[in-house]
């Protein structure tokens, strides 16, 4: 299944995931929330999506997701696209662990990246 790796569809694919997580760590909220729902999701259409898509490029979507859900617990690193690790990162991280505990707790009052 993993055909498209090294293919133009699977450069494309592969953005879209990259996005997803860029989204989860940058500084719009309603972007950053939809991609942790994205990312995270352990059933349903979102889960789906990304089943099919990390699917694309040989890989299990459902090992992603358990990976983001422990870096967003704290549990492991969340990391940054350069090599090198920043305070702005880490200052991104703790953004995206303050809205996954919102998404799992909605009645905590919201991150916000303001």
Known sequence: MDGMTGTSEGAFVAAIIS???SDMLGP???HAYAAITFL?????RHARWRG???G???LDGDIAAQRIVDGLEGNA???PFTLETTEQHAAQVELARRRW???KHP???PASSV
């Not at 995270?40 to 349903?44: C, D, I, L, Q, Y």
């Open 19 to 21: 996005q997803a997580y």
């Open 28 to 30: 719009n909220d309603e």
């Open 40 to 44: 995270t999701a352990p059933n349903g």
């Open 52 to 54: 099919q898509l990390f």
């Open 56 to 58: 694309l490029l040989g």
């Open 77 to 79: 690193d969340l990391h």
């Open 101 to 103: 505990q919102h998404l």
């Open 107 to 109: 009645h905590a009052l």
